[in-house]
Every structure is written in structure tokens, then in C-alpha cells.
């Protein structure tokens, strides 16, 4: 959906609108969220517009992006060129499905991600965040969520369907199966933050 939605440099410098406009609400959540130090893991960092605006505000911590897709690894990596970022490290692959990196974390965040993912990825993402996190740790995940079944929107019915309809398998996740799903891969539910457009910042931490 990214590339439906952005557009793309000749040099290969992905942006899309949508991370500028959630990038900064997203932002004052992390801050109030966030430990003193530690790294960060971000799990689908796309174009990269996100971690480049996080990691100056929130200096104190250090921050690892993540990709599956090469061309948005390549993306992060270009937007990193372009605004430096001390406290950042080189972007790896990484595929929620596949062997995770064996480092330790403070959080993992994932933004906009599960809902252009089947639903197997919502389950690898849970089970992998509990496996790099130590207690008390922080799992971050914002996009459209359907609550108790129910839509929240109109849009955000119409997008599920235009989801849908690009993949079977992707979809607007009900909030309650998602916290299902991270409660049995071993984390406690937090709090649900309203955001902008209709999307949800949804808070786990780990038992």
C-alpha cells in the first residue's frame, strides 16, 4: 500500500503523505511512552520518513530500523543520508516470519503494518517482539483497527474493503483479536490512544 500511496525518487527515496501527516502525533505518544535509554526496534519502517523524525526528538534512546522489502531498506538507509541521525543504526531485513536479530530491546514499534499483512503476520509480530524484549518492555502499534467487530469510520470500512480487494488475506484487524494475540504471546494491554484519521496507537508491555 506504501507504493500505491508514495512516490519514489530516481535515486530510490520513497515518501508517502501519510507518514507526514501521522508522523508528529505518533511522536508526542512515543515520548510520554518511551524509557530514559535503550534500543529501539522498528518493524516495517517503510520509507523512513518515521524513524527520522523520532530518533532527533528522542536522542536519549537508539533506535533500529528494519525491512522486509529491499527497496524500502534501501529507502530508510537514503533518508538516514539525507537528516544523520547519531543515535540510528544501519537498517537490517527483517521478515516478522523469519529468524529475528539477537539483540535486546526496550520497545518494538510497528506502524501500519498489520493491516497490509495477513493475519499470521499480527501472531509472528507478538511472538518475535516477546522474544527480544525482556519484562517491562514496550510493544507500540498504530494504524485503522475495527473495534468489538464494528467499523470505527465509514473510511474506515471503505479502506478494509479496498484492502481486501488488493489481497484476501489483508484487512483492518479488530482491536480485540490483536490484544488476544499479544496477551498469549505474553504481554499485558497498556492503553488505546485516539489518533488522528481514525487510527489507534495500541500500547502491550511485556510480562
Wanted: glycine share 8%; proline share 6%; charged share 20%.
Amino acid at each position: 500500500m506504501l507504493k500505491q500511496h508514495g512516490s519514489k525518487s530516481q535515486d530510490g527515496l520513497w515518501h508517502t503523505p501519510a507518514a507526514d501527516r501521522n508522523k508528529q502525533p505518533i511522536l508526542e505518544v512515543l515520548q510520554r511512552l518511551l524509557p530514559d535509554s535503550g534500543l529501539v526496534l522498528e518493524i516495517g519502517s517503510g520509507t523512513g520518513q518515521h524513524i527520522v523524525h523520532f530518533a532527533p526528538a528522542l536522542s536519549h534512546l537508539e533506535w533500529q530500523p528494519s525491512e522486509a522489502d529491499s527497496e524500502f531498506q534501501k529507502s530508510v538507509a537514503l533518508h538516514l543520508e539525507a537528516t544523520p541521525c547519531a543515535n540510528v543504526r544501519r537498517p537490517i531485513r527483517l521478515d516478522v516470519h523469519e529468524q529475528w536479530p539477537a539483540i535486546d530491546v526496550v520497545a518494538v514499534i510497528s506502524i501500519n503494518m498489520i493491516h497490509v499483512a495477513p493475519w499470521l503476520a499480527t501472531q509472528a509480530l507478538c511472538e518475535g517482539a516477546a522474544g527480544v524484549l525482556d519484562p517491562g518492555g514496550i510493544l507500540f502499534l498504530y494504524g485503522p483497527y475495527s473495534r468489538d467487530g464494528a467499523y470505527t469510520s465509514d473510511g474506515n470500512a471503505a479502506f478494509d474493503r479496498q484492502l481486501q480487494a488488493r489481497d484476501p488475506r489483508w484487512g483492518i484487524r479488530d482491536l480485540e483479536a490483536v490484544t488476544d494475540q499479544a496477551k498469549a504471546a505474553g504481554f499485558s494491554f497498556v492503553e488505546v490512544v485516539e489518533m488522528p484519521a481514525n487510527n489507534l496507537s495500541v500500547v502491550f508491555r511485556r510480562d
